[in-house]
């Protein structure tokens, strides 16, 4: 059974930051992030995978996607949050494969965490 933890999220005023931490059972090859917002509904912000990183459009240049292979973890550091980024943010990994054809497709993703709450004020 793989388990996907994730930590960090909380209250913020807008332009705060927020570091995400994501630990898993077992080593995976594709980490990401993924969203459940009002507004947009459910999207990718970020996902790495063989040294690489993708992200989002709404969320390039202010958040960045790290991973300790060492300790299964991966990371998001957020910085610059304003209220469109309130909503429950899911660790999910994947084995690869389609991984870096397809780095934003839920379907890649095996595997999800319970989701951790971020709530952005003005």
């Known amino acids: 059974q793989v388990q996907l933890v994730e930590s960090g999220g909380g209250s913020v005023q807008a332009g705060g930051s927020l570091r995400l931490s994501c630990t898993a059972s077992?080593?995976?090859?594709?980490m990401a992030w993924f969203r459940q917002t009002p507004g947009k509904g459910r999207e990718g912000v970020a996902t790495?995978?063989?040294?690489?990183?993708y992200y989002g459009d709404s969320v390039k240049g202010r958040f960045t996607i790290s991973r300790d292979n060492a300790e299964k973890s991966v990371y998001l550091q957020m910085n610059g949050l304003s209220p469109e980024d309130t909503g429950m943010y899911y660790c999910?990994?994947?084995?690869?494969?389609?991984?870096?054809?397809?780095?934003?497709?839920?379907?890649?993703?095996?595997?999800w965490g319970q989701g951790t709450q971020v709530t952005v004020s003005s």
């Open positions: 077992v080593y995976l090859a594709c």
């Open positions: 999910v990994a994947g084995s690869g494969g389609r991984c870096s054809l397809a780095p934003m497709m839920s379907a890649v993703f095996d595997y």
């Open positions: 790495i995978y063989d040294g690489r990183s």
